[in-house]
C-alpha cells in the first residue's frame, strides 16, 4: 500500500484529491464549529462554507507561509467571524460553486454530535471554570493575553497562568487515558 | 469514512466543474453573484430576520436598572408583547423589533431593541458588554410611554432616539451628543438651582446633602468619554397609526434618496419602526407622513401640515365624557401661618398629602407644592414650595389655601418679610 500524498500534494491535485483533503480534515472543522456554536446543523453549513473556499483558494495555498490545516483554520475562523458579525452562515462561495444547501438527517448529526464527546473537549469540561476559560479563550478563540484579561476582569500575568495550569492538568488528565 | 459524505461528493464534482471550466468560473461568479444580490434585494427583510437569529450566541441578561418608584415602572401583568414588527439595521444583524406594554399608571410604554428569537435584547458590541458579539436579553423598561384617554393601544406618534447600533442605551465606551449634553451641562445645571433653592430658604441640611451631590455630579461631568462615531449611532424611529392607518412615509427634502414606505398593519395598531444610520440631529429634516382612508394625510416633521382631522384620525375612538366630580364641603381647618413661608395646621385625614396654593396676585395663582402624607389629629409644620424670586413680586400679605383632592381644608395668609 502506497504512502498518501501529504496536504500540499492534495491541494495541487485533482478533484479526487481535493475530495480526500476534505475526509483528512473533517472532523477538525466539524469539531471546531460544533465547539464554537453549540449545534451540528451550524456546524455542517459551516464547515461547507469553509471547504468551499479552500476549494476556491487552493491554488493560491502557499506551503511556505505555513502548514495546510493552519491555512484551513484561517479560513474556519473568518467564515465564522463573518457569519457571526452578519447574523448569518456565510454561503457565498457555496453559491458560486454551485453547491446546494446541506440536507441532513439524524444520522447525520449523530455523527457530528459524536464529536462533541471527544476526550479533549471532556477533559476541558472538567477543568475549573476560570482554567476552561482562560483555556478557550486562548486556544480555541486564540485571543491574546492583553485582550483575554480584560475580557476575564483580570491581570494579565492571571491571565498566563490560569492558562498554563489548565493545559498542565488537561495534558496530564489525557496522558492517563487508557 | 466520512461524517458527511454528501458533503464530499458535492466538492469533489464541485472541483470537477471548477477544473472543467476554468475559463468561465469568472463570468459565472459575476452572474451568480448579481443574482444572489438581486435575491437578497427581492427577499427583503423576511430573509435577513429570519437567518439573523441562527448565529448569534446568548449572553446574560441585561440587568434591570434600579426601580425609579415611578407608576411607569409597574408593569401591568400579562400586557407585555414584542410585536411583529421588525425594521433591518443599516449593517446587518438581527433585525430592530418593538415591545409594548402597560403601565399600572394606564400609559402604554414602548421599548425597542434587536430581536433573536422572539426575544428583545440587545448586541455585546459598541462597547456593551465587552464587545462580546453575543445576544442579551433586555428586562422590561419604558422607553416612551404616552396614551389618550379612550384609546386602547399606545397612541405614541414618533418617539426617535438616539442609541448605538447595539441597542443598549446605557453609556457604555462612548456616548452620544445628547446624552453629553445631558451630562455637562443639564444635569449639573438643575442641581446647582435645587442648591441655590435651599440656600435661600436657608434648609443648610439639604443643602450640605445637594453639595456633594453637585460634587459628585461635577466630576462625571468633567470625565471625558468619546463621541460615538456616526456609523455606530441608530435613529430609532417608530410609533403607532392607529388600527386604520394604511401606510408611513418617511422622507428628507434634503436627501432625495431617502424615501422609505412602510406598510401598518390593524393587528399591530398600526406600528411602524424604522432605523437609519446616525442621530436624530443627522435629519433634522425628516418628514413622517401617516396615510389614512378618505386620503387623510398627518404626519410631523419639517415642513408637514397635517390635514384637517388629524387631531382624532380615523381609528382613534373620542375620548369619553368627563364625569362630573362633586367636590365635598370646605373643612375650613384652622391654619396658622408660621414665620417665613411655612404653615402649620391639624391633618383632619390620617397619612394624607394636601394640595397648597398661594395666590401671587389678582391673576395668578401659584402651585406652592404637596405636603408629606400627614397624620392625623396632631399639628404638623409644612414647609411652602415657592420660589423666593416670584414670592417677591406677589402682593402681601400672601394669602393661600390647603386642598385636599380639590376639597378645601383650610386658608391662610402669610406675612413673609421682604
Keep these: ?178 | 469514512m466520512s461524517r458527511l459524505p454528501q458533503l464530499q461528493r458535492a466538492l469533489v464534482a464541485a472541483a470537477e466543474r471548477v477544473e472543467a471550466a476554468p475559463a468561465r468560473t469568472t463570468l459565472r461568479r459575476r452572474r451568480v453573484r448579481t443574482l444572489a444580490i438581486a435575491l437578497a434585494v427581492a427577499l427583503g427583510l423576511a430573509g435577513v430576520a429570519y437567518a439573523a437569529t441562527q448565529l448569534i450566541e446568548t449572553g446574560e441578561p441585561v440587568p434591570p436598572p434600579p426601580h425609579s418608584g415611578s407608576l411607569l415602572d409597574r408593569i401591568v401583568p400579562g400586557t407585555t408583547r414584542v410585536l411583529p414588527v421588525r425594521a433591518a439595521d443599516p449593517d446587518g444583524g438581527p433585525p430592530w423589533g418593538l415591545r409594548v406594554f402597560r403601565a399600572k399608571s394606564g400609559a402604554f410604554c414602548v421599548q425597542t431593541g434587536r430581536v433573536v428569537n422572539g426575544k428583545l435584547g440587545v448586541l455585546g458590541q459598541d462597547g456593551a458588554f465587552h464587545n462580546d458579539g453575543r445576544f442579551h436579553e433586555l428586562p422590561v423598561v419604558a422607553e416612551g410611554c404616552g396614551g389618550r384617554p379612550g384609546v386602547n393601544f399606545p397612541a405614541i406618534d414618533g418617539a426617535a432616539n438616539a442609541q448605538t447600533a447595539s441597542a443598549y442605551s446605557y453609556r457604555v465606551a462612548c456616548e452620544t451628543r445628547h446624552d453629553r449634553y445631558l451630562r455637562r451641562v443639564v444635569t449639573p445645571r438643575s442641581i446647582r438651582a435645587a442648591l441655590r433653592l435651599q440656600l435661600r430658604r436657608g434648609e443648610r441640611a439639604a443643602a450640605r446633602v445637594e453639595r456633594r451631590v453637585l460634587a459628585r455630579f461635577e466630576r462625571e461631568a468633567a470625565r471625558h468619554i468619546p463621541l460615538c462615531p456616526t456609523r455606530d449611532l441608530r435613529d430609532v424611529i417608530y410609533g403607532f397609526l392607529g388600527p386604520e392607518g394604511q401606510r408611513v412615509e418617511l422622507t428628507d427634502p434634503t436627501r432625495p434618496a431617502l424615501r422609505v414606505v412602510l406598510p401598518v398593519s390593524a393587528a399591530t395598531a398600526g406600528a411602524y419602526l424604522h432605523v437609519l444610520r446616525g442621530s436624530p440631529r443627522d435629519y433634522p429634516r425628516l418628514q413622517r407622513r401617516y396615510f389614512y382612508p378618505g386620503g387623510l394625510v398627518c404626519g410631523r416633521g419639517f415642513g408637514v401640515h397635517p390635514d384637517r382631522g388629524c387631531a382624532r384620525p380615523p381609528g382613534f375612538p373620542p375620548p369619553p365624557a368627563k364625569r362630573r366630580v362633586r367636590i365635598p364641603p370646605a373643612l375650613h381647618v384652622p391654619i396658622q401661618a408660621l414665620r417665613g413661608y411655612a404653615i402649620r395646621y391639624v391633618s383632619p385625614f390620617a397619612n394624607r398629602r394636601y394640595q397648597v396654593f398661594v395666590q401671587c396676585n389678582r391673576h395668578l395663582t401659584v402651585d406652592a407644592g404637596q405636603t408629606r402624607p400627614l397624620p392625623a389629629g396632631r399639628p404638623s409644620t409644612v414647609r411652602l414650595h415657592i420660589d423666593p424670586t416670584l414670592a417677591a413680586h406677589c402682593q402681601r400679605p400672601l394669602s393661600g389655601e390647603v386642598r385636599d383632592r380639590g376639597r378645601l381644608v383650610g386658608r391662610f395668609v402669610l406675612h413673609p418679610r421682604q
Excluded: C, K
Excluded at chain 1, 87 to 98: K, S
Excluded at chain 1, 107 to 128: H, N, Q, V, W, Y
Design chain 1, 1 to 178: 500500500m502506497g504512502r498518501l500524498p501529504d496536504d500540499n500534494a492534495l491541494l495541487a491535485g485533482g478533484p479526487a484529491d481535493f475530495g480526500i483533503f476534505y475526509a483528512r480534515h473533517e472532523d477538525a472543522m466539524l469539531a471546531f464549529f460544533l465547539r464554537r456554536t453549540g449545534s451540528p446543523e451550524l456546524a455542517a453549513d459551516l464547515t461547507a462554507e469553509t471547504f468551499a473556499r479552500a476549494l476556491e483558494g487552493r491554488r493560491r495555498f502557499d506551503a511556505t507561509l505555513g502548514a495546510a490545516q493552519a491555512w484551513l483554520f484561517g479560513i474556519a475562523r473568518h467564515v465564522l467571524a463573518r457569519s457571526l458579525e452578519r447574523g448569518r452562515v456565510e454561503d457565498e462561495a457555496r453559491h458560486r460553486l454551485g453547491i446546494g444547501p446541506l440536507s441532513l438527517s439524524d444520522d447525520d448529526l449523530a455523527r457530528i454530535d459524536e464529536l462533541a464527546g471527544e476526550p479533549a473537549l471532556a477533559a476541558l469540561a472538567g477543568l475549573p471554570d476560570e482554567q476552561r476559560q482562560a483555556v478557550e479563550a486562548r486556544v480555541v478563540g486564540e485571543l491574546e493575553y492583553a485582550e483575554l484579561a480584560v475580557r476575564l476582569q483580570t491581570s494579565e500575568a492571571v491571565v498566563r497562568q490560569r492558562v498554563s495550569r489548565g493545559l498542565r492538568t488537561l495534558r496530564a488528565r489525557l496522558e492517563r487515558r487508557p
